[in-house]
């Protein structure tokens, strides 16, 4: 019985591990983020598509929230007011 719950919990910590790190997001600042266009953005030499972002910016610092599934699946822009915007794609230019 005492081997079955060690067990058990053994595998429930596993868990736990897992889905902590299924969860976990990188951020990365991104200084001087200017709207170029419409769901366009620039900071510095990287390029950001956006869907439906209607946020104007002439070089606030921001956060890119990448989930780093996909391409970009599930990855935000989050402004300085803490509103945000999905992202579509990251170019290095």
Do not use: N
């Not at 030499?45 to 209607?54: D, E, P």
């Amino acid at each position: 019985m005492l081997e079955r719950m060690r067990s058990i919990a053994k595998v429930l910590f596993l868990f736990g591990i897992i889905s902590i790190l299924a969860v976990a997001s990188d951020y990365y600042k991104l200084p001087g983020t200017k709207r170029i266009d419409q769901d366009l953005y620039r900071s510095g030499k990287i390029l950001i598509a956006t869907r439906y972002c209607y946020h104007y910016t002439y070089g606030e610092e921001a956060l890119l929230k990448y989930e780093g599934s996909g391409e970009f699946s599930g990855s935000k822009i989050i402004w300085h007011d803490d509103s945000t915007c999905d992202v579509k794609k990251v170019v290095q230019e």
